[in-house]
């Protein structure tokens, strides 16, 4: 039952997060209001992560499996992407290396304002 309660949370705000995304005229998925909606609510305390722990870790842990469908959709448009391969290619290494340096960036940041705070 624990595990029904902790599924509906998420999806209800899924839900909202979709509500959002029809009623706002802005270019954002609605997964990300979802998940902004869900991080907020973790943060102000509106919900306890104990209420979605399980499930999100259940979540996390097949998020690989997520994946496939995505991966047959690539390979059955193989006869279109094939003229587009090498762009595409370059702009997928010039972006993971992007993310890659300001993930590194933004994690020594917090990294050098935990260790000053800690130092106060």
């Known amino acids: 039952m624990k595990y029904i309660k902790q599924c509906l949370i998420i999806l209800v705000i899924s839900l909202v997060g979709e509500a959002l995304n029809y009623l706002l005229p802005l270019p954002i998925?609605?997964?990300?209001?979802?998940?902004?909606?869900l991080f907020a609510g973790l943060m102000t305390g509106l919900i306890k992560l104990e209420?979605?722990?399980e499930t999100g870790t259940f979540l996390i842990e097949i998020?690989?499996?997520m994946f496939i469908p995505a991966g047959v959709?690539?390979?059955t448009s193989w006869g279109t992407l094939k003229a587009m391969l090498v762009p595409v290619?370059?702009?997928?290494?010039?972006?993971?290396?992007?993310v890659?340096?300001?993930?590194g960036r933004v994690s020594q940041a917090i990294i050098r304002k935990s260790k000053e705070k800690e130092n106060e």
């Open 73 to 75: 959709g690539l390979i």
């Open 51 to 53: 209420a979605v722990k």
């Open 100 to 103: 890659m340096c300001v993930t």
């Open 89 to 98: 290619s370059i702009i997928t290494v010039i972006t993971i290396l992007t």
């Open 29 to 37: 998925p609605a997964s990300i209001y979802g998940m902004v909606l």
């Open 63 to 65: 998020m690989p499996v």
